[in-house]
């Protein structure tokens, strides 16, 4: 998100970078999801690209909100200073851009799980979910967790490079360098604190019978009951395996196609 840019344009980079994000990192996402719902793993490409549709438009959509939030955000917290943000100030802003994504994000995200677990087309699968209990399923994890990845992704990113460009600078001459500490952080930041609500919400969505899971204060019982702690930890392997490179390829992506799309901005 760039102060540079209007609402818009960081609504069209942003879904620009989502989509190129989930479709590279799509197999990661499809791992965790089994994982936490104890089902088998598949290494077929037809199955670990199941519902990559419903995962690009989510992605792509939550983006383009979180793109567009931030910079709003940014934009109203800076007013007419023309300043750098303080770190909770860009962290503020994340959480905030975060929160609002979830209202799209989750939905979609209910949708792909139903097709990685059961399969079938999109169509079908929206009919089956096609009630407000049902859809609405998960949302308060979801919310949570796009949140702290937002501000994970976002926030932090930026905060660190350039307290490493600042206090470090022969080692972090240039902002490719200290990207890559930058999204090793700004993932371990997104992944463990929000991995306890994504397992919750991913359980919930995966079971809209309630066979298992109930509301997600019944989900956390359960999933404590059956492993305590490393219950609500389970595909965090794979989740940040896939934070680290989305943190690193978003830091990059949203610094380098603005400037493609919309050149008169950075002049």
């Known amino acids: 998100m760039s102060t540079k840019l209007n609402e818009f344009q960081n609504a069209t980079v942003g ?9 590279c990192l ?15 793993l598949s290494l077929d490409p037809r199955k670990l690209y199941r519902g990559v549709g419903a995962n690009m438009v989510n992605m792509g ?5 979180q793109f567009s939030a931030g910079g709003a955000l940014r934009k109203i917290v800076m007013g007419n200073d023309a300043r750098k943000l ?45 009630s407000p209990s049902i859809a609405s399923r998960g949302f308060v ?20 490079r350039g307290k490493l460009r600042e206090n470090y ?5 240039s902002d490719q360098k200290a990207r890559v500490p930058a999204a090793l952080l700004g993932g371990l930041f ?3 604190l929000t991995q306890p609500f994504d397992t919750i919400k991913t359980c919930m969505q995966g079971d809209i019978e309630r066979k298992t899971f109930g ?26 395996g896939r934070m680290v490179i989305a943190v690193g390829m978003l830091d990059y992506l949203q610094s380098a196609i603005g400037p493609i799309l919309y050149p008169h901005a950075f002049k």
């Open 15 to 23: 879904m620009v970078c989502g989509v190129i994000e989930v479709f």
């Open 190 to 192: 997104a992944c463990y």
């Open 86 to 130: 303080k770190a909770h100030e860009e962290m503020l802003c994340g959480i905030g851009a975060g929160t609002i994504s979830a209202t799209v994000g989750s939905p979609l995200e209910l949708i792909m799980i139903q097709q990685q677990r059961k399969g079938g087309n999109t169509l079908q699968t929206i009919k089956n979910i096609a």
């Open 215 to 240: 509301t997600l204060t019944d989900t956390a019982k359960i999933l404590y009951k059956e492993s305590s702690i490393p219950g609500f930890y389970r595909g965090a392997t794979f989740r940040y």
């Open 61 to 65: 959509s939550c983006t383009m909100i």
């Open 26 to 40: 799509q197999p990661f996402n499809y791992a965790k999801n089994m994982v936490q719902q104890g089902q088998p």
């Open 141 to 160: 994890g979801a919310a949570v967790r796009e949140a702290l990845w937002t501000c994970g992704y976002l926030s932090i990113p930026p905060i660190v």
């Open 169 to 173: 600078p022969e080692t972090f001459d």
